[in-house]
C-alpha cells in the first residue's frame, strides 16, 4: 500500500466512495476538484500495486492558523481492518507538520464507533460535543491530537 496525494484521474474513484460511505455531509465531484487545486486543502489517496484505489484522507489547513482540520477519512469496505485508514491518518499528520501545524482536530459523529477507536488508538483526545453539527442533525465528538514537533 503507498500513500500519494490524489489527481485527477482519481476522480471516479473519490466519488464514488464518497457516495457509498456517507449518506449525508457528502463532498460532490467539484469540490473534489477544486480540493485538489488549493493550497488550503490536501486531499491524499491509498492505493495498492499504484491503481487499486483503497481510500482517502481530506485535510484543511488555514492561513494564519498551526491547526489542521481533518475533513474526511474513509476506506473501501472491503479493504477495512487492514491499516489503510491508521496509514491515511498517518500520512495527513505528516502533511501537516509539514505544512507547519502542530495541532489535528477532527469531528466524528457520536455514534461511528470504529472510527472513534481508531482515532483514540492514535493519540485523539475528545474535547467538545456539537450537537446538531450534521445534515441530518446528528452530534459530533470533537478530538484533537497535538503533533509532535520533533517529527515535524
Ligand atoms: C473509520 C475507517 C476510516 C477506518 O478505516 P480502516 O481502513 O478500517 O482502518 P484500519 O484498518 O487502520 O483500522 C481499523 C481496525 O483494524 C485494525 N487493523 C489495522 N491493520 C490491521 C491488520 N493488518 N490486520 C488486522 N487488523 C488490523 C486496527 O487495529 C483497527 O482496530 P480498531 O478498530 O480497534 O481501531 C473506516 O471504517 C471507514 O471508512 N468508515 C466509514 C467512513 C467513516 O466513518 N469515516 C470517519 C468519518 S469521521
Not at 473519490?14 to 460532490?28: G, I, K, N, P, Q
Not at 496509514?87 to 461511528?112: F, I, K, P, S, Y
Request: charged share 30%; proline share 1%.
Amino acid at each position: 500500500m503507498r500513500v500519494r496525494r490524489a489527481e485527477l484521474s482519481d476522480l471516479d474513484d473519490l466519488v464514488a466512495l464518497e457516495e457509498a460511505t456517507f449518506d449525508s455531509d457528502r463532498m460532490s465531484r467539484a469540490q473534489y476538484r477544486r480540493h485538489l487545486d488549493s493550497g488550503s486543502a490536501r486531499v491524499l489517496v491509498a492505493s495498492a500495486n499504484h491503481r487499486l484505489f483503497l481510500g482517502t484522507a481530506v485535510v484543511f489547513f488555514r492561513k494564519g492558523s498551526r491547526v489542521a482540520r481533518l475533513y474526511s477519512l474513509a476506506s473501501r469496505p472491503e479493504a477495512r481492518g487492514k491499516g489503510v485508514g491508521s496509514a491515511l491518518l498517518a500520512a495527513v499528520e505528516q502533511a501537516a507538520r509539514r505544512h507547519g501545524c502542530n495541532e489535528m482536530r477532527l469531528e466524528v459523529r457520536t455514534d461511528n464507533a470504529s472510527a472513534i477507536r481508531l482515532y483514540e488508538r492514535l493519540g485523539y483526545q475528545r474535547f467538545a460535543r456539537i450537537d446538531g453539527y450534521y445534515e441530518d442533525g446528528a452530534a459530533a465528538w470533537r478530538y484533537a491530537r497535538p503533533l509532535d514537533a520533533a517529527t515535524r
